[in-house]
């Protein structure tokens, strides 16, 4: 084979076919090829203004680039794994359509600023995509959250019956969390927003570029400060990937949530059939496959943030084609997040809940005994710790009578305690300890209404 017609030059002979195995990128990179587009495009525009090109050749460039774009958005465009990587191949096909001012295009710039700058600019855009997703995930959440808002349904710690909560509340419980992973990637998003452009191969170049002008013809804040960071940098791509992990581990406790709900056994909710699969030998199935895959989808994600922190971990400066691998990495978070929120929203968007099994496994398990405890704080001046062993004492005795808490005969209760009245029972019923929880950031229906009020201000 012969030597690589871009960077050869010394090269007498072509690599082994292995070498290239190992070396070619443009497989996965080719999905850097709008971002690489719009960095020549600005790099060509700069050394033209700049007077580092002259006239005529940064406007065959410019020409040539155009038609690569339209290429590009036909679906024309020959990737070709001889040039090894988007970069070469956008310039091999750039020197086919212009011929010799191709050549110019590289002036005062090398492979690796591009590469930072290409893949700068599109996890930036896969952070905006996933805030959008994000943003209607909550939009669907909040619109259950309002269906719902004073549906009753347990609460658990421990996965124990602990409290009643509302259906609302609890929607809005990942409606907070989302927000919080939008702030992340909005954070990391701001951060990463900086042109590594012009740091050339690391040490910067001789040649009067002006960095500022082809920055902002990107969008990006300013240049980088220092070019040997520039091009070995990849603490936005590991960022971007925490922010990933820890978002989809939000995304996989929701999925749980509906896999448990969605099983007879809770019953609380039923997928639409076009959020259900069947199974091949029991007809009688119902299978949330879509959860589930949200829920293990975690799996990729978190396997990419290691996966990238071991890359760059004791890489000494500048850039080494380690970084290569920086990548398929975030490719592979970024297309498990995009598709585990779209299958979120729509699941969301379209089952159906049982609000009578929620309300009847919230009786059990005596969940209101706290409010029984509260009660006798208030009305009898107990030390809440007395109040507690009284109110398990009633709990005792609810079992052994084998009835809930508000069924207990008041002459029982006052067995355990001779001075409770007959008003301890407006507080046992499950309405009556959802409504008193008023407190702000609580689950009384009054509380999760304005919190959606709150959310409906806020969300498009
Ligand atoms: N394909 C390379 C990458 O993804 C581009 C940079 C190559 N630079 C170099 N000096 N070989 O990292």
Not at 260 to 277: C, E, K, N, Q, V
Not at 383 to 398: L, T
Request: proline share 5%; charged share 25%; net charge neutral.
């Amino acid at each position: 084979m012969s030597a690589n017609k871009i960077w050869g030059g010394r090269f007498e002979k072509g690599p082994a076919s292995i070498m290239e195995d190992i070396n070619v990128s443009i497989d996965f990179d080719k999905r850097l090829a709008e971002q690489d587009l719009a960095g020549s495009e600005a790099h060509a525009a700069m050394l033209a203004k700049t007077g580092i090109l002259e006239k005529t050749d940064s406007d065959a460039i410019a020409e040539g680039l155009a038609t690569i774009r339209a290429e590009l958005a036909h679906g024309k465009f020959p990737f070709r794994r001889e040039f090894e990587d988007i970069h070469m191949n956008v310039e091999a096909r750039l020197t086919e359509l212009i011929g010799e001012a191709a050549g110019r295009l590289h002036t005062a710039r090398s492979r690796n600023d591009q590469v930072a700058t290409d893949f700068r600019l599109w996890v930036r855009e896969a952070c905006g995509r996933i805030r959008a997703g994000l943003t209607a995930l909550q939009t669907a959440l909040v619109v259950l959250a309002e269906k719902h808002a004073d549906v009753i349904m347990p609460g658990f710690t421990h996965m124990q019956p602990a409290q009643p909560v509302t259906f609302g509340h609890h929607c809005l419980a990942y409606v907070e969390m989302a927000e919080r992973d939008k702030g992340r990637f909005a954070d990391a998003q701001k951060r990463m927003n900086e042109s590594p452009l012009g740091a050339a191969a690391l040490a910067g170049t001789p040649f009067p570029i002006d960095r500022t002008m082809t920055a902002k013809a990107l969008g990006f804040s300013g240049p980088m400060r220092n070019s040997l960071d520039a091009v070995s940098a990849r603490d936005f791509a590991l960022e971007f990937l925490a922010d990933a992990a820890i978002c989809s581990v939000h995304l996989s406790r929701l999925a749980e949530e509906i896999v448990l709900w969605s099983s007879p056994a809770y019953g609380f909710i039923r997928l639409s059939d076009a959020f259900s699969t069947g199974s091949s030998i029991m007809p009688q199935k119902r299978n949330p496959d879509a959860a589930e895959l949200v829920r293990a989808k975690v799996g990729r994600v978190l396997g990419a943030f290691v996966g990238l922190l071991t890359v760059v971990k004791g890489l000494p400066l500048a850039y080494a084609k380690d970084l290569q691998e920086d990548k398929e990495p975030v490719f592979a978070a970024a297309d498990a997040l995009d598709l585990s929120l779209a299958a979120l929203s729509g699941m969301l968007g379209d089952l159906t809940i049982n609000p009578a099994a929620m309300m009847r496994a919230a009786e059990k398990g005596y969940p209101t005994a706290t409010d029984l405890a509260d009660w006798l704080v208030k009305n009898l001046k107990m030390p809440f710790r007395d109040a507690h062993s009284v109110a398990a004492k009633a709990v005792a005795k609810a079992e052994s009578l084998n009835v809930g808490l508000k069924d207990v005969p008041l002459a029982e209760l006052q067995s355990v305690e001779p001075r409770i009245t007959k008003d301890v029972f407006a507080v046992l019923s499950l309405e009556s300890s959802v409504a008193a929880r008023t407190s702000f950031g609580g689950t009384a229906p009054s509380r999760v209404k304005e919190q959606i009020a709150h959310w409906k201000g806020q969300l498009p």
